[in-house]
Protein backbone atom coordinates (compact mmCIF):
# COMPACT_ATOMS: atom_id res chain seq x y z
CA UNK A 1 0.00 0.00 0.00
CA UNK A 2 1.42 3.28 -0.82
CA UNK A 3 1.70 5.96 2.30
CA UNK A 4 -0.90 8.41 1.79
CA UNK A 5 0.20 11.79 3.15
CA UNK A 6 -2.05 15.12 4.66
CA UNK A 7 -0.96 17.77 2.22
CA UNK A 8 -3.34 20.31 3.18
CA UNK A 9 -5.66 20.90 6.28
CA UNK A 10 -8.93 23.42 6.55
CA UNK A 11 -11.28 24.00 9.42
CA UNK A 12 -13.38 26.67 10.43
CA UNK A 13 -15.73 26.18 13.36
CA UNK A 14 -17.21 28.55 16.17
CA UNK A 15 -13.71 28.30 17.80
CA UNK A 16 -12.05 29.89 14.99
CA UNK A 17 -12.08 30.97 11.15
CA UNK A 18 -8.79 28.75 10.10
CA UNK A 19 -6.24 26.34 11.83
CA UNK A 20 -4.22 28.79 13.06
CA UNK A 21 -6.83 30.91 15.12
CA UNK A 22 -8.84 27.22 16.77
CA UNK A 23 -5.25 26.31 17.95
CA UNK A 24 -5.47 29.64 19.54
CA UNK A 25 -9.04 29.46 20.62
CA UNK A 26 -7.69 26.01 22.06
CA UNK A 27 -5.13 27.65 24.00
CA UNK A 28 -7.13 30.16 25.41
CA UNK A 29 -10.24 27.99 26.14
CA UNK A 30 -12.60 30.44 24.27
CA UNK A 31 -16.12 28.98 24.30
CA UNK A 32 -18.27 31.03 21.90
CA UNK A 33 -21.72 29.54 22.45
CA UNK A 34 -24.69 31.52 22.71
CA UNK A 35 -28.64 31.39 21.66
CA UNK A 36 -29.04 30.68 18.07
CA UNK A 37 -28.87 33.64 15.89
CA UNK A 38 -29.02 31.79 11.93
CA UNK A 39 -33.01 30.57 12.69
CA UNK A 40 -35.78 31.27 15.24
CA UNK A 41 -36.84 28.85 17.39
CA UNK A 42 -38.76 28.35 20.79
CA UNK A 43 -36.10 26.01 21.84
CA UNK A 44 -33.72 28.38 24.34
CA UNK A 45 -30.24 25.90 23.89
CA UNK A 46 -26.60 27.36 23.88
CA UNK A 47 -25.18 26.74 20.09
CA UNK A 48 -21.49 27.32 18.73
CA UNK A 49 -21.70 29.21 15.29
CA UNK A 50 -19.13 29.84 13.12
CA UNK A 51 -18.45 33.96 13.04
CA UNK A 52 -17.74 34.03 9.46
CA UNK A 53 -19.45 36.04 7.19
CA UNK A 54 -20.88 34.51 4.19
CA UNK A 55 -21.32 36.27 0.66
CA UNK A 56 -24.08 34.63 -0.66
CA UNK A 57 -27.18 35.71 -2.37
CA UNK A 58 -28.95 32.81 -1.09
CA UNK A 59 -28.30 30.66 -4.17
CA UNK A 60 -26.26 28.33 -2.05
CA UNK A 61 -26.45 26.68 1.43
CA UNK A 62 -24.66 27.91 4.41
CA UNK A 63 -23.13 24.29 4.01
CA UNK A 64 -21.65 24.64 0.83
CA UNK A 65 -20.31 27.73 1.27
CA UNK A 66 -18.71 26.89 4.91
CA UNK A 67 -16.57 24.43 2.84
CA UNK A 68 -15.90 26.46 0.06
CA UNK A 69 -14.15 28.43 3.12
CA UNK A 70 -12.31 25.56 4.25
CA UNK A 71 -11.11 23.80 1.14
CA UNK A 72 -9.75 27.46 0.11
CA UNK A 73 -7.17 27.16 3.09
CA UNK A 74 -6.52 23.19 2.85
CA UNK A 75 -5.58 24.25 -0.64
CA UNK A 76 -3.58 27.17 0.09
CA UNK A 77 -1.52 25.29 2.77
CA UNK A 78 -1.47 21.96 -0.84
CA UNK A 79 -0.24 24.46 -3.02
CA UNK A 80 -2.36 22.46 -4.94
CA UNK A 81 -3.54 25.28 -7.18
CA UNK A 82 -4.13 23.30 -10.70
CA UNK A 83 -6.20 20.22 -10.65
CA UNK A 84 -5.32 19.90 -14.25
CA UNK A 85 -4.29 15.78 -15.00
CA UNK A 86 -4.64 14.96 -11.63
CA UNK A 87 -7.18 12.11 -11.12
CA UNK A 88 -8.89 13.56 -8.34
CA UNK A 89 -11.64 12.63 -5.60
CA UNK A 90 -14.01 14.56 -4.05
CA UNK A 91 -15.86 12.87 -0.74
CA UNK A 92 -17.46 14.82 1.89
CA UNK A 93 -19.71 14.22 4.68
CA UNK A 94 -22.89 16.12 5.74
CA UNK A 95 -26.53 15.48 7.46
CA UNK A 96 -28.18 18.92 7.06
CA UNK A 97 -26.91 19.60 3.50
CA UNK A 98 -28.39 16.03 2.12
CA UNK A 99 -32.13 16.87 3.24
CA UNK A 100 -35.02 18.75 1.88
CA UNK A 101 -35.53 20.16 4.67
CA UNK A 102 -36.49 24.27 3.97
CA UNK A 103 -38.98 25.07 6.68
CA UNK A 104 -40.35 28.54 4.45
CA UNK A 105 -40.24 26.58 1.58
CA UNK A 106 -42.48 23.67 2.89
CA UNK A 107 -44.53 26.07 4.68
CA UNK A 108 -46.02 27.90 1.51
CA UNK A 109 -45.96 24.80 -0.40
CA UNK A 110 -48.12 23.53 2.13
CA UNK A 111 -50.61 26.39 2.12
CA UNK A 112 -50.67 26.95 -1.82
CA UNK A 113 -49.85 23.87 -3.31
CA UNK A 114 -47.23 25.73 -4.90
CA UNK A 115 -43.80 27.30 -3.92
CA UNK A 116 -40.96 29.54 -4.76
CA UNK A 117 -37.96 27.30 -6.40
CA UNK A 118 -34.60 28.96 -5.11
CA UNK A 119 -34.98 26.92 -1.88
CA UNK A 120 -35.77 23.82 -4.40
CA UNK A 121 -32.52 25.44 -6.64
CA UNK A 122 -30.29 25.50 -3.37
CA UNK A 123 -31.03 22.14 -2.82
CA UNK A 124 -30.43 20.35 -6.08
CA UNK A 125 -27.49 22.44 -6.28
CA UNK A 126 -26.18 21.43 -3.25
CA UNK A 127 -25.37 18.08 -3.46
CA UNK A 128 -21.91 18.90 -1.36
CA UNK A 129 -19.45 17.02 -3.23
CA UNK A 130 -21.02 17.66 -6.72
CA UNK A 131 -21.35 21.83 -5.57
CA UNK A 132 -17.49 22.10 -4.44
CA UNK A 133 -16.50 20.27 -7.59
CA UNK A 134 -18.84 22.95 -9.60
CA UNK A 135 -17.61 25.61 -7.37
CA UNK A 136 -14.21 24.95 -8.01
CA UNK A 137 -14.52 24.19 -11.64
CA UNK A 138 -13.09 21.05 -11.65
CA UNK A 139 -13.42 17.90 -12.99
CA UNK A 140 -13.45 14.97 -10.32
CA UNK A 141 -12.96 11.53 -11.42
CA UNK A 142 -15.19 10.36 -7.96
CA UNK A 143 -17.34 12.59 -6.49
CA UNK A 144 -19.47 11.57 -3.73
CA UNK A 145 -21.28 13.05 -0.50
CA UNK A 146 -21.31 10.59 2.65
CA UNK A 147 -24.65 11.00 4.91
CA UNK A 148 -23.41 8.43 7.75
CA UNK A 149 -24.94 11.06 10.61
CA UNK A 150 -22.16 12.16 13.21
CA UNK A 151 -19.30 10.16 11.31
CA UNK A 152 -20.05 11.19 8.00
CA UNK A 153 -16.19 13.35 7.90
CA UNK A 154 -14.37 10.59 9.18
CA UNK A 155 -16.26 7.99 6.94
CA UNK A 156 -15.40 10.17 3.88
CA UNK A 157 -11.88 10.50 4.88
CA UNK A 158 -11.92 6.71 4.94
CA UNK A 159 -13.48 6.58 1.43
CA UNK A 160 -11.09 9.03 0.39
CA UNK A 161 -8.33 6.26 1.88
CA UNK A 162 -9.80 3.14 0.42
CA UNK A 163 -9.82 5.64 -3.33
CA UNK A 164 -5.91 6.38 -2.78
CA UNK A 165 -5.10 2.29 -1.57
CA UNK A 166 -6.67 1.09 -4.60
CA UNK A 167 -4.94 3.68 -6.56
CA UNK A 168 -7.94 4.90 -8.57
CA UNK A 169 -6.97 8.48 -7.18
CA UNK A 170 -4.02 10.59 -6.85
CA UNK A 171 -5.38 13.62 -4.81
CA UNK A 172 -8.70 13.32 -2.80
CA UNK A 173 -10.07 15.91 -1.20
CA UNK A 174 -12.04 14.30 2.09
CA UNK A 175 -13.85 15.64 5.30
CA UNK A 176 -17.47 17.09 6.29
CA UNK A 177 -19.50 20.09 7.06
CA UNK A 178 -22.72 21.32 7.92
CA UNK A 179 -24.81 23.96 9.20
CA UNK A 180 -26.14 24.73 12.00
CA UNK A 181 -30.11 24.19 11.38
CA UNK A 182 -33.77 24.34 13.05
CA UNK A 183 -34.48 20.93 11.96
CA UNK A 184 -31.51 18.67 14.19
CA UNK A 185 -31.84 21.18 16.81
CA UNK A 186 -35.80 20.60 17.21
CA UNK A 187 -35.14 17.05 16.51
CA UNK A 188 -31.96 16.25 19.37
CA UNK A 189 -34.38 18.32 21.74
CA UNK A 190 -36.87 15.63 21.12
CA UNK A 191 -34.55 13.13 21.61
CA UNK A 192 -33.91 14.24 25.26
CA UNK A 193 -30.07 14.68 24.65
CA UNK A 194 -29.55 18.08 24.69
CA UNK A 195 -27.68 20.21 27.14
CA UNK A 196 -29.53 23.68 28.39
CA UNK A 197 -25.86 25.02 29.42
CA UNK A 198 -22.08 24.27 28.17
CA UNK A 199 -21.51 20.71 27.60
CA UNK A 200 -19.52 18.91 29.63
CA UNK A 201 -17.78 15.81 27.61
CA UNK A 202 -17.46 12.40 30.01
CA UNK A 203 -18.09 14.60 32.77
CA UNK A 204 -19.88 13.06 35.61
CA UNK A 205 -22.47 15.76 35.90
CA UNK A 206 -22.84 15.85 31.93
CA UNK A 207 -26.38 16.84 30.81
CA UNK A 208 -26.13 16.34 26.79
CA UNK A 209 -24.65 17.99 23.70
CA UNK A 210 -25.07 21.70 22.45
CA UNK A 211 -25.07 21.87 18.38
CA UNK A 212 -22.65 23.24 16.21
CA UNK A 213 -21.13 24.22 13.01
CA UNK A 214 -18.29 24.36 10.29
CA UNK A 215 -15.92 22.42 8.09
CA UNK A 216 -12.93 20.40 8.52
CA UNK A 217 -11.58 19.37 4.90
CA UNK A 218 -8.13 17.71 4.02
CA UNK A 219 -6.44 17.00 0.77
CA UNK A 220 -4.72 13.70 0.82
CA UNK A 221 -2.43 12.19 -1.21
CA UNK A 222 -0.22 9.50 -2.09
CA UNK A 223 3.30 10.19 -0.83
CA UNK A 224 5.12 10.05 -3.94
CA UNK A 225 2.62 12.45 -5.66
CA UNK A 226 2.97 15.16 -3.11
CA UNK A 227 6.84 14.73 -3.31
CA UNK A 228 6.47 14.81 -7.54
CA UNK A 229 4.83 18.31 -6.80
CA UNK A 230 8.01 19.36 -4.31
CA UNK A 231 5.81 18.64 -1.28
CA UNK A 232 7.69 17.02 1.57
CA UNK A 233 4.63 15.23 4.12
CA UNK A 234 5.06 15.88 7.65
CA UNK A 235 1.40 14.19 8.23
CA UNK A 236 -0.62 10.66 6.97
CA UNK A 237 -3.60 9.03 7.22
CA UNK A 238 -2.44 4.98 8.33
CA UNK A 239 -5.69 3.53 8.99
CA UNK A 240 -9.43 3.86 8.76
CA UNK A 241 -11.50 0.90 10.54
CA UNK A 242 -16.02 1.00 10.12
CA UNK A 243 -18.13 -1.23 11.84
CA UNK A 244 -21.75 -0.83 13.09
CA UNK A 245 -23.35 -1.97 16.21
CA UNK A 246 -26.52 -3.45 14.76
CA UNK A 247 -27.55 -2.63 18.45
CA UNK A 248 -30.22 0.29 18.07
CA UNK A 249 -31.38 3.18 16.15
CA UNK A 250 -30.31 5.97 18.51
CA UNK A 251 -28.09 4.61 21.26
CA UNK A 252 -24.63 3.38 21.04
CA UNK A 253 -23.98 -0.37 22.56
CA UNK A 254 -23.74 -0.42 25.68
CA UNK A 255 -20.63 -1.64 25.78
CA UNK A 256 -19.39 -0.42 21.97
CA UNK A 257 -18.80 -3.62 20.19
CA UNK A 258 -19.28 -1.72 16.86
CA UNK A 259 -16.47 1.19 18.26
CA UNK A 260 -14.03 -1.90 19.52
CA UNK A 261 -13.98 -3.36 16.22
CA UNK A 262 -13.71 -0.29 14.50
CA UNK A 263 -10.69 0.60 16.65
CA UNK A 264 -9.06 -2.69 16.23
CA UNK A 265 -9.68 -2.62 12.35
CA UNK A 266 -7.69 0.90 11.98
CA UNK A 267 -4.92 -0.13 14.71
CA UNK A 268 -4.70 -3.45 11.97
CA UNK A 269 -4.73 -1.37 8.86
CA UNK A 270 -2.14 1.25 10.28
CA UNK A 271 -0.32 -2.15 11.36
CA UNK A 272 0.16 -0.72 15.03
CA UNK A 273 -0.65 -1.83 18.70
CA UNK A 274 -3.11 0.32 21.28
CA UNK A 275 0.79 1.04 23.03
CA UNK A 276 1.68 2.79 19.40
CA UNK A 277 -1.09 5.58 19.84
CA UNK A 278 0.03 8.38 22.07
CA UNK A 279 -3.53 10.10 22.47
CA UNK A 280 -6.99 9.78 21.14
CA UNK A 281 -9.43 12.76 20.02
CA UNK A 282 -12.87 11.31 21.06
CA UNK A 283 -16.25 11.86 19.83
CA UNK A 284 -17.22 12.64 23.13
CA UNK A 285 -20.67 14.17 22.48
CA UNK A 286 -21.49 14.79 26.45
CA UNK A 287 -24.30 12.53 26.41
CA UNK A 288 -24.86 10.60 28.88
CA UNK A 289 -25.15 7.40 26.84
CA UNK A 290 -22.25 8.61 24.11
CA UNK A 291 -19.42 8.86 26.26
CA UNK A 292 -20.16 5.92 28.31
CA UNK A 293 -19.56 3.33 25.89
CA UNK A 294 -16.70 5.25 24.44
CA UNK A 295 -15.20 5.74 27.99
CA UNK A 296 -15.67 1.93 28.38
CA UNK A 297 -13.46 1.28 25.23
CA UNK A 298 -11.36 3.38 25.76
CA UNK A 299 -10.56 1.97 28.94
CA UNK A 300 -10.94 -1.60 27.64
CA UNK A 301 -8.50 -1.31 24.63
CA UNK A 302 -6.13 1.22 25.72
CA UNK A 303 -5.85 1.60 29.81
CA UNK A 304 -7.19 3.73 32.56
CA UNK A 305 -3.69 6.19 31.91
CA UNK A 306 -4.88 6.64 28.09
CA UNK A 307 -4.44 10.28 26.96
CA UNK A 308 -7.73 11.54 24.99
CA UNK A 309 -10.04 14.95 24.90
CA UNK A 310 -12.99 15.61 23.14
CA UNK A 311 -12.88 19.09 21.30
CA UNK A 312 -16.61 19.80 21.27
CA UNK A 313 -16.55 21.42 24.63
CA UNK A 314 -14.91 24.21 21.62
CA UNK A 315 -17.00 23.47 18.83
CA UNK A 316 -20.64 22.18 19.55
CA UNK A 317 -21.35 18.91 18.03
CA UNK A 318 -20.75 19.99 14.49
CA UNK A 319 -23.21 16.44 13.25
CA UNK A 320 -21.39 15.72 9.55
CA UNK A 321 -18.44 18.10 9.65
CA UNK A 322 -16.96 16.51 13.23
CA UNK A 323 -15.51 13.89 11.95
CA UNK A 324 -13.64 15.94 9.47
CA UNK A 325 -12.81 18.96 11.63
CA UNK A 326 -11.44 16.02 14.52
CA UNK A 327 -9.51 15.10 11.86
CA UNK A 328 -7.90 17.66 11.29
CA UNK A 329 -7.20 18.76 15.23
CA UNK A 330 -5.49 15.04 15.82
CA UNK A 331 -3.33 16.05 13.05
CA UNK A 332 -2.55 19.57 14.01
CA UNK A 333 -1.90 18.17 17.65
CA UNK A 334 0.21 15.32 16.52
CA UNK A 335 2.36 18.29 14.34
CA UNK A 336 2.48 20.62 17.11
CA UNK A 337 3.35 18.65 20.63
CA UNK A 338 0.31 19.08 22.15
CA UNK A 339 -3.66 18.55 23.18
CA UNK A 340 -6.11 20.95 24.50
CA UNK A 341 -7.84 20.59 27.28
CA UNK A 342 -11.29 18.65 27.36
CA UNK A 343 -12.88 21.57 28.29
CA UNK A 344 -15.91 21.13 30.13
CA UNK A 345 -14.86 18.46 31.86
CA UNK A 346 -14.47 18.74 35.80
CA UNK A 347 -14.97 15.24 37.83
CA UNK A 348 -14.71 11.51 36.69
CA UNK A 349 -17.92 9.55 35.49
CA UNK A 350 -17.25 6.38 38.25
CA UNK A 351 -19.27 4.41 35.80
CA UNK A 352 -16.97 5.23 33.16
CA UNK A 353 -13.84 4.98 34.98
CA UNK A 354 -11.63 7.02 33.05
CA UNK A 355 -10.63 10.93 32.52
CA UNK A 356 -9.76 13.35 29.71
CA UNK A 357 -6.88 15.38 30.35
CA UNK A 358 -7.86 18.60 31.78
CA UNK A 359 -5.53 21.14 30.72
CA UNK A 360 -3.20 21.65 27.47
CA UNK A 361 -1.11 18.66 27.47
CA UNK A 362 2.15 17.75 25.79
CA UNK A 363 2.05 14.31 23.83
CA UNK A 364 4.79 12.36 22.23
CA UNK A 365 4.94 10.10 19.98
CA UNK A 366 4.37 9.50 16.56
CA UNK A 367 0.66 8.10 16.40
CA UNK A 368 -2.87 9.26 17.13
CA UNK A 369 -6.37 7.91 16.27
CA UNK A 370 -9.94 10.03 16.07
CA UNK A 371 -12.65 8.49 16.97
CA UNK A 372 -16.48 9.33 15.68
CA UNK A 373 -19.67 7.47 16.80
CA UNK A 374 -23.02 8.63 14.59
CA UNK A 375 -26.68 8.09 14.70
CA UNK A 376 -27.72 4.66 13.50
CA UNK A 377 -24.94 2.55 15.34
CA UNK A 378 -21.83 3.06 12.95
CA UNK A 379 -18.61 3.47 14.70
CA UNK A 380 -15.28 4.88 12.71
CA UNK A 381 -12.15 5.39 13.81
CA UNK A 382 -9.40 7.01 11.54
CA UNK A 383 -5.20 6.70 12.44
CA UNK A 384 -2.69 9.56 11.46
CA UNK A 385 0.46 9.77 12.23
CA UNK A 386 3.14 12.46 11.87
CA UNK A 387 6.57 11.24 10.33
CA UNK B 1 -14.38 -9.67 -10.97
CA UNK B 2 -16.84 -9.24 -8.64
CA UNK B 3 -19.80 -11.66 -8.40
CA UNK B 4 -23.33 -10.69 -8.28
CA UNK B 5 -24.73 -13.54 -6.09
CA UNK B 6 -28.07 -12.34 -4.82
CA UNK B 7 -30.83 -9.99 -6.12
CA UNK B 8 -33.44 -8.28 -4.10
CA UNK B 9 -35.87 -5.82 -5.22
CA UNK B 10 -38.98 -4.06 -3.67
CA UNK B 11 -41.37 -1.83 -6.02
CA UNK B 12 -44.39 0.10 -6.00
CA UNK B 13 -47.21 -0.89 -8.62
CA UNK B 14 -49.17 1.50 -10.42
CA UNK B 15 -51.97 1.22 -7.62
CA UNK B 16 -49.84 1.92 -4.75
CA UNK B 17 -49.12 -1.79 -3.61
CA UNK B 18 -45.65 -2.92 -2.68
CA UNK B 19 -44.06 -5.90 -4.33
CA UNK B 20 -41.56 -8.44 -3.64
CA UNK B 21 -38.77 -9.71 -6.18
CA UNK B 22 -36.13 -11.84 -4.90
CA UNK B 23 -34.01 -12.24 -7.70
CA UNK B 24 -34.95 -11.52 -11.23
CA UNK B 25 -38.63 -13.48 -11.48
CA UNK B 26 -40.05 -14.04 -8.23
CA UNK B 27 -42.56 -12.01 -7.39
CA UNK B 28 -44.65 -11.95 -4.23
CA UNK B 29 -47.45 -9.41 -3.03
CA UNK B 30 -48.68 -8.30 0.17
CA UNK B 31 -44.78 -7.45 1.02
CA UNK B 32 -45.78 -5.27 3.94
CA UNK B 33 -46.98 -8.32 6.30
CA UNK B 34 -47.00 -8.61 9.96
CA UNK B 35 -44.18 -11.97 9.66
CA UNK B 36 -42.28 -9.63 7.26
CA UNK B 37 -42.12 -6.49 9.04
CA UNK B 38 -40.90 -7.79 12.63
CA UNK B 39 -38.10 -5.22 13.94
CA UNK B 40 -39.67 -2.44 12.13
CA UNK B 41 -42.58 -1.32 14.52
CA UNK B 42 -41.55 1.91 14.30
CA UNK B 43 -39.60 2.46 10.80
CA UNK B 44 -41.13 4.32 7.74
CA UNK B 45 -41.88 3.18 4.59
CA UNK B 46 -38.19 3.70 2.87
CA UNK B 47 -36.49 2.04 5.53
CA UNK B 48 -39.20 -1.07 5.17
CA UNK B 49 -38.75 -1.20 1.44
CA UNK B 50 -34.42 -0.87 2.23
CA UNK B 51 -35.12 -3.86 4.69
CA UNK B 52 -37.12 -5.73 2.81
CA UNK B 53 -34.88 -5.54 -0.38
CA UNK B 54 -31.77 -6.12 1.46
CA UNK B 55 -33.24 -9.13 2.83
CA UNK B 56 -34.26 -10.66 -0.22
CA UNK B 57 -31.08 -10.45 -1.47
CA UNK B 58 -29.22 -11.80 1.16
CA UNK B 59 -31.91 -14.60 0.80
CA UNK B 60 -31.83 -14.97 -2.79
CA UNK B 61 -27.67 -15.72 -2.63
CA UNK B 62 -28.65 -19.15 -0.63
CA UNK B 63 -25.26 -18.60 1.27
CA UNK B 64 -25.31 -19.45 4.86
CA UNK B 65 -23.40 -19.32 7.53
CA UNK B 66 -21.65 -16.21 6.48
CA UNK B 67 -19.93 -14.34 9.34
CA UNK B 68 -22.15 -11.04 10.36
CA UNK B 69 -19.08 -8.81 10.47
CA UNK B 70 -17.52 -9.65 6.99
CA UNK B 71 -20.76 -8.32 5.77
CA UNK B 72 -20.71 -4.63 4.40
CA UNK B 73 -23.54 -2.31 3.67
CA UNK B 74 -24.03 0.74 1.10
CA UNK B 75 -26.80 2.21 0.82
CA UNK B 76 -27.33 5.08 -2.27
CA UNK B 77 -30.10 7.53 -1.71
CA UNK B 78 -30.61 10.21 -3.90
CA UNK B 79 -33.24 12.06 -1.70
CA UNK B 80 -33.32 10.23 0.99
CA UNK B 81 -36.29 9.28 3.42
CA UNK B 82 -38.00 12.74 2.53
CA UNK B 83 -41.39 11.93 3.26
CA UNK B 84 -40.49 11.62 6.88
CA UNK B 85 -38.95 14.72 6.37
CA UNK B 86 -41.63 16.73 5.64
CA UNK B 87 -43.97 14.95 8.25
CA UNK B 88 -41.60 16.32 11.04
CA UNK B 89 -41.94 19.54 9.31
CA UNK B 90 -45.40 19.03 9.57
CA UNK B 91 -45.07 18.71 13.34
CA UNK B 92 -42.89 22.05 14.25
CA UNK B 93 -45.26 23.74 11.81
CA UNK B 94 -48.24 22.26 13.31
CA UNK B 95 -46.90 22.12 17.60
CA UNK B 96 -44.06 23.77 17.93
CA UNK B 97 -40.24 23.23 18.03
CA UNK B 98 -40.72 21.33 21.65
CA UNK B 99 -43.42 19.01 20.03
CA UNK B 100 -42.24 17.29 17.49
CA UNK B 101 -41.94 13.24 17.79
CA UNK B 102 -38.22 11.50 18.19
CA UNK B 103 -39.41 8.95 16.54
CA UNK B 104 -40.11 11.02 12.85
CA UNK B 105 -36.65 12.78 13.23
CA UNK B 106 -34.97 9.51 13.70
CA UNK B 107 -36.84 8.15 10.78
CA UNK B 108 -35.81 11.10 8.79
CA UNK B 109 -32.09 11.19 9.28
CA UNK B 110 -30.22 9.67 5.79
CA UNK B 111 -28.84 6.94 7.07
CA UNK B 112 -31.91 6.08 9.78
CA UNK B 113 -32.62 3.12 6.72
CA UNK B 114 -28.71 1.61 6.90
CA UNK B 115 -29.42 1.32 10.29
CA UNK B 116 -32.48 -0.75 10.60
CA UNK B 117 -30.87 -2.87 8.15
CA UNK B 118 -27.80 -3.32 9.99
CA UNK B 119 -29.76 -4.34 12.95
CA UNK B 120 -33.02 -6.60 11.75
CA UNK B 121 -29.63 -8.70 9.42
CA UNK B 122 -27.47 -8.38 12.26
CA UNK B 123 -24.83 -6.96 9.98
CA UNK B 124 -22.10 -5.80 11.62
CA UNK B 125 -19.33 -4.84 8.74
CA UNK B 126 -18.47 -1.00 7.02
CA UNK B 127 -21.70 -0.03 6.76
CA UNK B 128 -22.11 3.34 4.53
CA UNK B 129 -25.01 5.28 3.19
CA UNK B 130 -24.29 8.23 0.36
CA UNK B 131 -26.14 10.18 -1.82
CA UNK B 132 -26.18 11.32 -5.11
CA UNK B 133 -28.84 13.01 -7.23
CA UNK B 134 -27.47 11.05 -10.53
CA UNK B 135 -24.67 8.36 -10.58
CA UNK B 136 -24.73 7.25 -7.25
CA UNK B 137 -24.87 3.31 -7.82
CA UNK B 138 -21.99 3.76 -10.29
CA UNK B 139 -19.55 5.63 -7.94
CA UNK B 140 -21.13 3.19 -4.52
CA UNK B 141 -19.34 0.51 -7.16
CA UNK B 142 -16.00 2.18 -6.89
CA UNK B 143 -16.27 2.18 -3.45
CA UNK B 144 -17.84 -1.83 -2.84
CA UNK B 145 -14.68 -2.52 -5.71
CA UNK B 146 -12.36 -0.60 -3.06
CA UNK B 147 -13.58 -2.45 -0.13
CA UNK B 148 -13.45 -5.88 -1.60
CA UNK B 149 -9.84 -5.12 -3.01
CA UNK B 150 -8.75 -3.71 0.90
CA UNK B 151 -10.33 -7.05 2.09
CA UNK B 152 -12.40 -4.53 4.54
CA UNK B 153 -15.18 -7.75 3.97
CA UNK B 154 -15.86 -10.35 2.20
CA UNK B 155 -19.43 -9.63 0.76
CA UNK B 156 -21.22 -6.25 0.48
CA UNK B 157 -24.81 -5.33 -0.41
CA UNK B 158 -25.37 -2.48 -2.86
CA UNK B 159 -28.82 -1.04 -2.86
CA UNK B 160 -30.21 2.42 -3.89
CA UNK B 161 -33.35 3.60 -2.69
CA UNK B 162 -35.75 6.35 -3.31
CA UNK B 163 -38.93 6.86 -2.52
CA UNK B 164 -41.88 9.17 -4.26
CA UNK B 165 -44.22 11.49 -2.82
CA UNK B 166 -46.11 14.82 -3.89
CA UNK B 167 -44.02 17.06 -2.67
CA UNK B 168 -41.36 15.57 -4.52
CA UNK B 169 -43.29 15.54 -7.50
CA UNK B 170 -43.72 19.06 -7.54
CA UNK B 171 -39.76 19.83 -6.63
CA UNK B 172 -38.87 17.84 -9.53
CA UNK B 173 -41.77 19.39 -11.51
CA UNK B 174 -38.97 21.61 -13.73
CA UNK B 175 -36.73 18.59 -14.43
CA UNK B 176 -37.77 15.71 -16.59
CA UNK B 177 -34.37 13.87 -16.30
CA UNK B 178 -34.91 13.22 -12.52
CA UNK B 179 -38.29 10.61 -12.05
CA UNK B 180 -39.05 10.08 -8.86
CA UNK B 181 -40.26 6.72 -7.81
CA UNK B 182 -40.40 4.44 -5.01
CA UNK B 183 -38.07 1.44 -4.80
CA UNK B 184 -35.51 -0.77 -3.39
CA UNK B 185 -32.88 -2.57 -5.19
CA UNK B 186 -30.28 -4.76 -3.42
CA UNK B 187 -27.23 -6.80 -4.70
CA UNK B 188 -24.81 -8.95 -2.57
CA UNK B 189 -21.31 -8.74 -4.42
CA UNK B 190 -18.65 -11.18 -3.57
CA UNK B 191 -15.03 -11.78 -4.86
CA UNK B 192 -15.54 -15.53 -3.47
CA UNK B 193 -17.30 -18.20 -5.11
CA UNK B 194 -20.93 -18.34 -4.70
CA UNK B 195 -23.85 -20.90 -4.66
CA UNK B 196 -25.88 -18.94 -7.04
CA UNK B 197 -23.98 -16.12 -9.64
CA UNK B 198 -26.55 -13.53 -11.98
CA UNK B 199 -23.50 -12.20 -13.48
CA UNK B 200 -19.77 -10.69 -13.08
CA UNK B 201 -18.48 -7.14 -12.49
CA UNK B 202 -15.71 -7.49 -14.89
CA UNK B 203 -14.68 -3.91 -14.86
CA UNK B 204 -16.47 -0.59 -13.64
CA UNK B 205 -15.54 2.24 -16.29
CA UNK B 206 -16.05 5.82 -15.36
CA UNK B 207 -14.82 8.77 -18.26
CA UNK B 208 -14.76 12.56 -16.72
CA UNK B 209 -18.07 12.76 -15.01
CA UNK B 210 -19.44 10.26 -16.78
CA UNK B 211 -20.21 6.78 -15.83
CA UNK B 212 -20.55 4.59 -18.64
CA UNK B 213 -21.80 0.51 -17.41
CA UNK B 214 -21.35 -1.93 -15.11
CA UNK B 215 -20.42 -4.20 -17.23
CA UNK B 216 -21.89 -7.96 -16.60
CA UNK B 217 -20.72 -11.89 -17.92
CA UNK B 218 -23.41 -14.17 -17.82
CA UNK B 219 -21.81 -17.20 -16.02
Known sequence: MPRIAITGLGAVSACGNNCAQILEGFSSLRRKAGPPSLFESD????????????????????????????????IDQACLFDFSGIRLGICLGTTVASQLNDIAFYKEYRQKGSASFQAVDRF???????????????????????VNACSSGADAIGVGLSWLNSDLC????????????????????ALGVVSDSLCAPFDRDRKGLNLGEGAGVLIMEKEATASKRG???????????LAADAYHLTSPHPQG?????AIGIALNNAKIKPEDVSFINVHGTATRENDKSEGLVLKEVFGREVKFTSTKGFTGHTLGAAGGLEAIFTALSLSCGWIPSSVGFM??????????VSKKTQIEGRYALSTSLAFGGNNSALVISKD | MINVCGIGIVKNRDNGEFVLVKGVSHEKDDVFNKGSLKGLRRADNFSKIAVLAAKSALDDSLLSGIEKDRIGLILVSAFGPHITTFRFLDDILNYGDNQVSPILFSNSVHNASASYISTNLNLQGPTLSITHFTQGLLQASYIAQSWLGENRCDYILLGHVDQSGKELEYILSRTPELKPFSAGIFMLLSKNDTPKTYCAISDIISAGNIYITLQ???K
Open chain 2, 216 to 218: GLI
Open chain 1, 43 to 74: LDFPVFEADISISTDGSRMRTVELTIHALKEA
Open chain 1, 347 to 356: NMDPDIGISP
Open chain 1, 170 to 189: DVVIAGGADELSRIPFAGFN
Open chain 1, 124 to 146: LKGNLACAIADHFSINPKFCITV
Open chain 1, 231 to 241: IKPELFINGYG
Open chain 1, 257 to 261: KGLKK
